[in-house]
């Protein structure tokens, strides 16, 4: 009688305790889940600033070349593979292993937005023609930027992993997704509204009762010297209040390798037949698609206002947010590289529905009135299918990573084929940036009729009608040359529509050449995949 009573008294005292663990864990749980996010969206900020930036330079009228060189500074996403296992592998202990580098790296980001702003503020804003050396110096500072968020990437992608109890792991991926999104909307699509002259006197100083200015709301100089300063008190408030836990041992062989021993293990990953397949796939895949992202260069040229485009922008992320739900009901998730090959002949036809939509988007602007609503709507309707399109795309190349990854060192081997899917995403883009600049035959002509008396007067006279004669605006001196007599460069033959169609056509003979290796590729065994087996709790190479 005594041992049954102590022993339902014990029941009864133990079961409010494990409830109350619970109830811990989970509030723990979901302010790691908000911390993490935060994280994420502080990441996204220079990323959607970065972003920003081509379609500010486009409206400066700044040439595609000039595009391309800027076009460096989104690249550290895409090698951060390099650097990545520094990262990973050094660290102090007393701080953390992911303090150790994402304190630092943020405290950077928020210093270097201060000291930077002005002197980009200076370049973009006051200066009206943005020069040679000013690109240059442009691409560096952002360059340093992308490469600092990348650097803060690698550090919390590892803290999201020991940061969220078993239970919750899977929210890691959210919490990326919704964040950085997030952040990137706010450094971009938002930053462009509330820096537009126009939508700022049109729509937000109205509704509060404000009037009309020279300037936006806010300025490029204003954005950075703010966001500099919740990364530098966000950051200081992180180094002194939150301590970086592990709630389980590192169960992945590649979270306990060295530096050396990660890039061996890399060369032997790479040595696999079937990976050098699919790298080869991953490089060269997105060819045809390698004018996509100047089509909203070109809009902005043909004077579609870029806030504009910047608003859209952020509907345009909420469809790609929905693609895994309006995918799945589509295309066979568990094989995924035959649906990708499914989708890309249809993502061929977007591609040069759009090119033929930036063609002959002139004829719906009225000098009055500008783009009318109509344009706006059937561009939103074309595009939001071709977001879903290539979101789809993405979303194939991930699940197939993930069902291939060798899930003993799952983290090696996902960065290693993220990277090359990246840089496959970069050279095409970098690339067709400086053809369409190099191709394009360009006139210097006279919108109005010119007095030959003053212009016979002139120094360069001779340079003058040479220039006419050769019928070009090539190079940066041609011209300037051009514009001091009062003339214009004007895009005579224009090489996006020539190059979209060419890459359009590769893509036909990618789709031919690598079918059956795809085919190939999908069939292969979860085993032919991996480098590790595990023998008796030990990890052994193949």
Same mark, same amino acid.
């Given at each position: 009688m005594t041992t049954d009573s102590s022993n339902s008294k014990s029941q009864l005292t133990m079961m409010p305790i494990h409830k109350k663990q619970i109830e811990i864990k989970t509030h723990n749980?979901?302010?790691?889940?908000?911390?993490?996010?935060?994280?994420?969206?502080?990441?996204?900020?220079?990323?959607?600033?970065?972003?920003?930036?081509?379609?500010?330079?486009?409206?400066?009228?700044?040439?595609?070349?000039?595009?391309?060189?800027?076009?460096?500074?989104?690249?550290?996403?895409?090698?951060?593979?390099?650097?990545?296992?520094?990262?990973?592998?050094?660290?102090?202990?007393? %701080?953390? #292993?992911?303090?150790?580098?994402?304190?630092?790296?943020?405290?950077?980001?928020? *210093? $270097? !937005?201060?000291? &930077?702003?002005?002197?980009?503020?200076?370049?973009?804003? %006051?200066? #009206?023609?943005?020069?040679?050396?000013?690109?240059?110096?442009?691409?560096?500072? *952002? $360059? !340093?930027?992308? &490469?600092?968020?990348?650097?803060?990437?690698?550090?919390?992608?590892?803290?999201?992993?020991?940061?969220l109890s078993k239970e919750k792991s899977s929210w890691a991926s959210i919490c990326n997704n919704a964040g950085s999104t997030a952040g990137i909307l706010v450094g971009n699509s938002l930053f462009l509204i509330l820096e537009s002259k126009n939508f700022s006197n049109n729509y937000i100083r109205p509704f509060f009762g404000l009037e009309s200015q020279k300037y936006g709301l806010v300025d490029l100089n204003g954005f950075m010297h703010f966001f500099g300063l919740v990364f530098i008190v966000s950051t200081t408030l992180i180094l002194f209040l939150k301590q970086e836990k592990n709630f389980y041992h590192d169960e992945s062989l590649d979270n306990n390798l060295s530096i050396k021993e990660t890039f061996n293990l890399l060369n032997k990953i790479i040595k696999l037949d079937s990976i050098k397949t699919l790298l080869l796939i991953l490089f060269t895949s997105k060819v045809a698609f390698a004018t996509s992202s100047i089509r909203i260069l070109k809009m902005i040229e043909a004077g579609v206002p870029k806030e504009t485009l910047g608003l859209l922008n952020s509907f345009f992320q909420f469809i790609q947010i929905l693609t895994p739900i309006l995918a799945s009901n589509f295309f066979d998730l568990t094989k995924p590289l035959e649906a990708f090959l499914k989708i890309y002949p249809i993502r061929i036809v977007f591609t040069l529905l759009l090119a033929i939509w930036v063609y002959i988007t002139p004829q719906f602007f009225d000098i009055n009135y500008g783009y009318p609503f109509q344009y706006f709507f059937l561009y939103m309707i074309l595009n939001s299918i071709y977001c879903l399109i290539f979101s789809s795309m993405a979303l194939f190349k991930t699940a197939f990573f993930t069902e291939i990854s060798d899930k003993n060192i799952g983290g090696t081997y996902m960065t290693l084929l993220n990277t090359i899917a990246n840089i496959g995403v970069q050279w095409p883009t970098t690339l067709a940036l400086y053809l369409v600049d190099a191709l394009s035959i360009k006139a210097c002509v006279f919108e109005t009729k010119p007095n030959m008396k003053e212009l016979s007067t002139k120094k360069f006279f001779k340079d003058f009608l040479k220039t006419m004669h050769e019928n070009t605006c090539y190079t940066q001196f041609e011209q300037k040359n051009c514009h001091s007599y009062g003339a214009k460069c004007i895009i005579q033959s224009d090489a996006f529509y020539f190059l979209t169609v060419i890459c359009a056509f590769i893509g036909v003979i990618w789709m031919i050449k690598f079918k059956k290796p795809i085919f190939n590729l999908q069939s292969i065994s979860k085993s032919d995949w991996k480098i590790i087996q595990v023998k008796n709790n030990q990890h052994l190479f193949k």
């Open positions: 749980d979901l302010k790691n889940i908000i911390f993490l996010m935060f994280l994420y969206f502080l990441q996204g900020i220079p990323i959607g600033l970065t972003a920003s930036l081509p379609y500010i330079l486009s409206s400066r009228n700044v040439s595609y070349s000039h595009q391309a060189i800027f076009s460096f500074a989104s690249w550290p996403f895409a090698i951060k593979l390099l650097w990545a296992p520094i990262v990973d592998s050094l660290h102090i202990k007393r %701080i953390g #292993k992911r303090k150790s580098w994402l304190v630092p790296i943020q405290y950077l980001i928020g *210093f $270097f !937005m201060i000291l &930077f702003a002005n002197d980009v503020h200076e370049m973009i804003e %006051i200066n #009206k023609k943005i020069n040679t050396y000013e690109i240059y110096m442009l691409t560096s500072i *952002f $360059f !340093m930027f992308t &490469f600092l968020a990348a650097t803060q990437d690698i550090a919390v992608d590892g803290w999201g992993l020991t940061m």
